[in-house]
């Protein structure tokens, strides 16, 4: 039989405009065409090396365990959570959106004693809501979730380290969507595993997932290292935690493979490390404040844009992502055929959404290279049209007219030349 061909790679330039994955940046993109190294060349453990420093900056820490787990978001999810948590232990959870039930499901199949704080979709939980569920639940470690792209809201981690230090928690965050566009303070806000993924505010394309470890989870982590049965037994009773219940995502092994020792465990990504060191070196050229403040032009001006244009943004200002919009789908329009034309005839793609927000809002992302001024415009006068298309009758110009302005006041003049 023979197999056809099929076409070189050639995809439509599309502009990504939802919640991730979004359009690379060129430089992460040449970086990621580079040749492969042994793993243990001196140059790429150089590259090893150089990138753990990198992503201290990025994620704004001193933690000496500060690396790649090769996988898209999910595998540091997993990672932290499969090394952090044991059988039975017990643990709580921050559940506000789709990435909060995640962490459970994933805490499910671990075996942990699961107690969770649940919330509505769309906000968020106070410092007092989250020491009292601590102060209630007693749990080993919480987990919870940064900014949710699910709900488009930024849950404060300000307190956070300071109660669970008060009350010997060890804290796990989930902040894939927010690295690189908002601050993810670590050691500022005393947070002890966090993960993070490349292709949200970060830049890059999905695959790697960067996360940093704090003295004490390290400890905790070091302290389930896998020995031989029959040695140190996983369930021997003399201090060690049970074993790590899984091989890839086992951190102990992981950050011996990242530490001076070397100790072999898989063959580190070297594509995905390129791209990922190349999207750190980007971002801290640029500067975390200016990178930061450009995320929230381009979200307040996306918001401007969408409120000029008659339509109404879902959430509470105080607490908005400023890299992903969610706005009401208005009556009567149908959100597919909104979705539909703007691919079709703009190459723009805008965000569907789950659970309860399914079919009642869209998520506009702004995000990484994206967050600039002539693609947040463009996704505003190609939103204008096609919602006349489809019989919504908008004021014509003042989505781009109101975003512009948004742009223009939210950033000092030498940082308005739109160069992600
Ligand atoms: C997008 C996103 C992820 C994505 O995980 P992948 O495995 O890279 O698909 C995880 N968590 C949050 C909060 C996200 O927004």
Redesign the pocket.
Known sequence: MTVPAFGEIDPPQRLLMG???VNVHPRVLRAMSADMLGQFDPEMTTYMNQTMALYRQVFMTENRWTFLID???????EAALVSLIEPGMRVLLIRA???GL?LSEIAERIGADIRTLDLEWGEVATPEAIEAAIREHQPRVLAC??????TTMAQPLEDLGTLCRRHDVLSYV?????LGGMAVDVDGWGLDVVT??L??CMGGP??S?PITISERAAEHIFARRHVEKGIRGADADDGYGARIGSNYFDLAMVMEYWSERRLNHHTEATTMLYGARECARVMIEEGLENRFARHRAAGAAMTAGLRALGLRVFGDDAHRMTN?TGVWIPEGVNGEAIRHRMREDFEIEIGTAFGPLAGKIWRIGTMGYNAMKHKVLLTLGALESTLTAEGFAVPRGAGVDAALMAWNHALPAALRNDRA
């Open positions: 919640p991730g994955p996988g898209t978001a999910r595998a540091g999810i959106g789709r990435f995640l979730i940064h900014g949710d792209t699910s989930d902040a894939t969507a927010t993070a993924g292709q949200k999905p695959g997932s992903v």
